[in-house]
């Protein structure tokens, strides 16, 4: 390739302010108007009591206050902290499960790995309005399926009783993603030379040792990308999924902050304390990859 | 990817693989390929049934083809309006986010300018802030804007929430290009614009390619801007469109499957027709990145 053939230029080394300020403007007045500026008076917002329309009362840290009293809120966070838990060991392992399997085969492989990313193509709403049939109690896929199997015991609502709809909901977003993880990961197993387990192989490592000992520790970048997407996708990306599916219900069972963060916003028009459920899930957001980020760098240089 | 290629562990280990483990792969790989196609394809099925068949058959294939559906789901969902504004936001999208990315992400890769640490910082914080949670105060500022209702306003908006992983992207491509053919670019006289756009551009068009894929499937699926931002019928795009059709008719279920193949197969094909670029693009960007 040319690239290593030639000299890398090292960034930004051509003194040209007044050009690169120009190539630039756009991008920065794009980003200053419609997320640099909406950040910053996302919080003059939250401090006050406003309904969008008249004028903004300052009640100082109540609408903050208030979200430890909220009952629908402090569901959320829960419904929240179950879907990134859940989600994120879901496609995490469903995700290497497969790409350890497509990585055994070498024919089929590309058809299988093809046929899997379709759900990732689609948007939520698609699958979505999908998964609501699969779910539909009177003539779903899934409980004609388990009649089928004679597992006619287990048949559910599976959307409509409360103590399961946010279970369903984390399945749909599994089944949406783990085609995409699943990429990631064999992409990151092919990089691993094959010297490494032949000689752990030659050594009396099984199967499974080679696994723990050896790959998923080579594997560990492609895991820190899975799992950031993961964390960012479980907390911020999960309003269409379950908009479509259940808008929260029943009895806010399976409500997420950005659902009551909408539905405070615009059936309750109270824009501040709406503002402020979105800090509170900046700033949740925000620690979770911190924490997350640091826990990953300890086990790398532990490795 | 260049992977398929490689000597690495994926021959060797097949071919010491046993027929029986290999078997038992191949069952596993089945039911994965399953468990994604079936619902797919029952959603076709379903398309082409009328409501007896739908309700006496669910599980099986059409007895005969009722293309009927697709004729009423269109209809009676305004997938034509739909469909258009879908198009005019998804090409407004993808032309801001080209034309403003590009330029960016080359003089963050080349050139030295004051404020561009800052920029890149920004530009980084930006991707960990996504507009959901944003969501108010963007709704206030596109309010007062104007930009309620309108599909070029929404472009421009998802195009800037799109700007800061583009300009990553793209200055990544930027970064890898030889120095060489600049500097021979300069010394032969060639000035500032020629040098981006006769010489830097047509280098990084795989990177504008790539940028351009995966923000055509990000903005084509759109919901959450969309519902926030376009409140009126006529003006909304297909994921909202097709959430509308569900809600405000009971049972139609034929023509919800007609209308869920219309608006989705489209970008099923796109895919797997370009899907080795798309997989190589996306895996190449992860792997090294």
Redesign the interface.
């Known amino acids: 390739m040319?690239?290593t053939?030639?000299?890398?230029?090292p960034?930004?080394?051509?003194?040209?302010?007044?050009?690169?300020?120009l190539?630039?403007l756009?991008?920065?007045v794009?980003?200053g108007?419609?997320?640099?500026?909406?950040?910053a008076?996302?919080f003059w917002?939250s401090l006050h009591a406003w309904d969008?329309f008249s004028k903004m009362t300052w009640n100082g840290g109540a609408n903050y206050l208030r979200l430890f009293r909220d009952r629908i809120f402090l569901i959320a966070i829960e419904n929240n902290v179950i879907f990134l838990v859940l989600t994120l060991v879901l496609k995490n392992v469903l995700g290497i499960a497969?790409a350890l399997?497509?990585?055994?085969?070498?024919r089929?492989r590309a058809f299988?790995?093809?046929?899997?990313?379709?759900?990732v193509?689609?948007?939520?709403?698609?699958v979505g309005?999908?998964?609501?049939?699969?779910y539909n109690p009177v003539?779903g896929?899934l409980n004609?399926g388990l009649d089928?199997f004679g597992l006619g015991a287990l048949k559910r609502s599976w959307l409509g009783d409360a103590n399961i709809a946010i279970y369903s909901i984390v399945a749909v977003e599994v089944?949406k993603w783990v085609?995409f993880h699943a990429?990631?990961y064999?992409?990151?197993?092919?990089?691993?030379?094959?010297d490494y387990?032949?000689a752990a192989k030659l050594d009396g490592a099984n199967a499974w040792h080679r696994l723990v000992r050896i790959t998923l520790p080579l594997l560990s970048p492609?895991i820190f990308?899975n799992v950031i997407l993961g964390v960012?996708g479980a907390f911020?990306?999960n309003?269409?999924i379950v908009?479509?599916l259940t808008k929260g219900g029943p009895n806010h069972s399976t409500e997420v902050v950005?659902t009551a963060?909408?539905a405070e916003?615009f059936q309750n028009t109270s824009?501040g304390y709406?503002?402020a459920m979105?800090?509170a899930?900046?700033l949740i957001?925000?620690l979770v990859?911190i924490g997350l980020i640091a826990l990953m760098r300890a086990r790398r240089v532990a490795l | 990817m260049k992977a398929h290629a490689t000597p690495s562990a994926n021959s060797q280990m097949s071919g010491q693989t046993g027929v029986l483990a290999r078997f038992g792969i191949y069952i596993a790989l089945g039911v994965a390929v399953i468990q994604t196609v079936y619902p797919l394809l029952w959603v076709l099925f379903g398309s082409l049934k009328d409501n007896q068949q739908l309700f006496a058959n669910p599980w099986g294939l059409p007895t005969s083809l009722y293309f009927e559906n697709y004729v009423q789901a269109w209809k009676i969902a305004g997938l034509g309006t739909r469909l258009m504004n879908s198009i005019i936001v998804t090409v407004a999208a993808l032309t801001t986010i080209v034309l403003v990315s590009t330029p960016c992400a080359y003089a963050v890769a080349r050139l030295k300018f004051p404020g561009r640490n800052a920029l890149l910082l920004l530009i980084v914080a930006a991707m960990l802030v996504p507009p959901q949670i944003t969501a108010i105060p963007l709704f206030i500022t596109a309010r007062d804007m104007g930009l309620i209702n309108s599909r070029i306003g929404v472009a421009i908006i998802m195009a800037a929430t799109s700007i800061p992983l583009s300009v990553f992207i793209l200055r990544s491509f930027f970064l890898g290009l030889p120095a060489e053919l600049e500097d021979a670019a300069r010394m032969d006289g060639a000035g500032r614009f020629a040098i981006l756009f006769r010489v830097m551009l047509p280098l990084a068009r795989p990177g504008i390619a790539l940028v351009v894929i995966y923000q055509f499937i990000d903005v084509w699926n759109e919901f959450f801007l969309a519902f926030l931002l376009l409140r009126r019928p006529e003006v909304q795009t297909i994921p909202m469109g097709l959430v509308a059709f569900f809600q405000e008719f009971d049972s139609l279920w034929t023509l919800y499957f007609a209308a869920l193949v219309i608006t989705t197969l489209p970008v099923i094909i796109v895919f797997l027709l370009m899907q080795r670029h798309f997989i190589s693009g996306l895996t190449a960007g992860a792997v090294k990145g």
């Not at chain 1, 108007?33 to 950040?39: A, D, I, M, Q, R």
């Not at chain 1, 309005?129 to 699969?134: A, E, H």
């Open positions: 040319i690239k053939a030639s000299r890398k230029r960034q930004g080394s051509i003194a040209d302010a007044g050009f690169g300020l190539l630039c756009p991008a920065i794009l980003l108007l419609f997320v640099v500026w909406p950040f008076y996302g917002i969008g497969l399997l497509l990585n055994g085969v070498a089929g299988v790995r093809a046929v899997t990313f379709i759900p193509t689609m948007s939520f709403v698609a309005l999908l998964w609501s049939w699969v003539f896929l004609e089928v089944w085609g990429v990631l064999l992409a990151g197993l092919q990089t691993i030379p094959a387990l032949e492609i990308i960012s911020v990306r309003f269409d908009y479509v950005l963060m909408i916003a824009m709406a503002a979105g800090y899930l900046f957001v925000g990859s």
